[in-house]
C-alpha cells in the first residue's frame, strides 16, 4: 500500500454496513436476553368495576413464578421493596416459587422481606412438584410468613368491610386440580378471586362456576409471557398453557389474567418478555 491509498479515508460497503449491523442486533439481543430483561420488572395496574387510584374497596397484588434459586439476588431485593411500597391489602403468589425442594430456604427469606403485616395467600406450581418440594414444609414456611397455602380449597377474608373469597386450585400438569372439591368450601363474598397457575384448566374452571359461584376474575401464570418472544413468535410454551400467553382473556365464560411472572426455567433468559407483577384495584 501506497501513501496515497493509506491516507484515503476507510469507506464501508454495502455489505459491511449490513453485516454490522446484523451482528450488533445479534450482539444486543443476547445482551437483552442474557442480561438487561432478567433485571427489569414491569408493574401493570388494573381498575376494575368503579375502582380508581384512590378509591377502591380491596387492592390485591400478584406475584408468580419467582423460580427462586439458592440464593436472592438484587432483583428479589428490589421486588420486595417494590411490593412494600405499593401495600396491597391481599398478595397473591400463583406458583412456581421454587424449583427445587432445596430451595425453600430462599423462599423464606424472600417472604421476610415483604411486610408481614400483609395477607398473602399462595398455590402450588407445577415445579414444586416436579422439584419433589415437601408440601408440609412448603405450608410451613408459608403459615410462618402471614401466607396461607390453599390446595383445591376457599377462604374467605376481609378487608375493610368487603369480604373476598379466594379459591385456590391444584397445579394441572404436576398436581391434581380439581376446581369442584375447591369451590366446596367457598363462602358467598363481595368478591371472588380464583388462583390457577396453569391457564389451560381455566377451560374446566368456567364450566364449573355458576350465579353462586361466579368469579370476579381468574389469575394463571406459568407461561412467562413466552419466556423469549421473537417479535409475536414463541418458540415454545410450557404444557398447561393452552391456548394462553399472557395478558387479559375475557369471554362470555372467564375473566382471566395470564401474568408473566418473575423468573425463569430451563434456560435463564427473557427475551421481549419481560418479567411483571400485577395489581388489580376492586370496587364494584
Known amino acids: 500500500m501506497n501513501k496515497e491509498e493509506a491516507d484515503k479515508p476507510k469507506t464501508w460497503t454495502r455489505r459491511k454496513f449490513i453485516r454490522a449491523m446484523v451482528w450488533s442486533a445479534i450482539g444486543f439481543g443476547l445482551l437483552d436476553a442474557l442480561w438487561i430483561e432478567k433485571f427489569f420488572i414491569e408493574t401493570n395496574e388494573f381498575y376494575l368495576g368503579n375502582s380508581t387510584d384512590d378509591n377502591y374497596d380491596i387492592k390485591v397484588l400478584q406475584i408468580s413464578d419467582l423460580h427462586l434459586q439458592s440464593s436472592l439476588d438484587y432483583k428479589h431485593k428490589r421486588l420486595a421493596q417494590k411490593v412494600n411500597e405499593l401495600k396491597p391489602d391481599l398478595i397473591f403468589i400463583t406458583g412456581d416459587a421454587v424449583d427445587y425442594k432445596k430451595n425453600i430456604t430462599t423462599l423464606n427469606k424472600f417472604l421476610q422481606l415483604l411486610d408481614k403485616d400483609i395477607k398473602k395467600v399462595a398455590i402450588t406450581g407445577n415445579w414444586e412438584y416436579w422439584g419433589y418440594v415437601d408440601i408440609n414444609d412448603l ?58 397457575h396453569c391457564p389451560q384448566y381455566s377451560d374446566a374452571i368456567a364450566n364449573h362456576l ?75
Open 139 to 196: 405450608n410451613i414456611i408459608y403459615n410462618f410468613n402471614n401466607c396461607d397455602l390453599l390446595i383445591n380449597q376457599s377462604k374467605q377474608f376481609e378487608v375493610r368491610g368487603k369480604t373476598i373469597s379466594v379459591t385456590g386450585v391444584d397445579d394441572y400438569v404436576g398436581g391434581r386440580a380439581d376446581i369442584k372439591k375447591a369451590l366446596q368450601s367457598y363462602s358467598k363474598s363481595n368478591y371472588h378471586v380464583i388462583l390457577n
Open 210 to 284: 355458576d350465579q353462586n359461584t361466579k368469579a370476579d376474575f381468574i389469575l394463571s401464570g406459568h407461561t412467562h409471557g413466552g419466556q423469549v418472544n421473537l417479535f409475536g413468535f414463541v418458540p415454545f410454551l410450557p404444557q398447561g398453557s393452552g391456548d394462553y400467553l399472557k395478558g387479559w382473556y375475557k369471554d362470555d365464560k372467564r375473566n382471566m389474567y395470564v401474568l408473566k411472572g418473575i423468573g425463569t426455567s430451563i434456560l435463564p433468559i427473557r427475551f421481549m418478555a419481560r418479567s411483571e407483577i400485577a395489581v388489580f384495584h376492586l370496587k364494584a
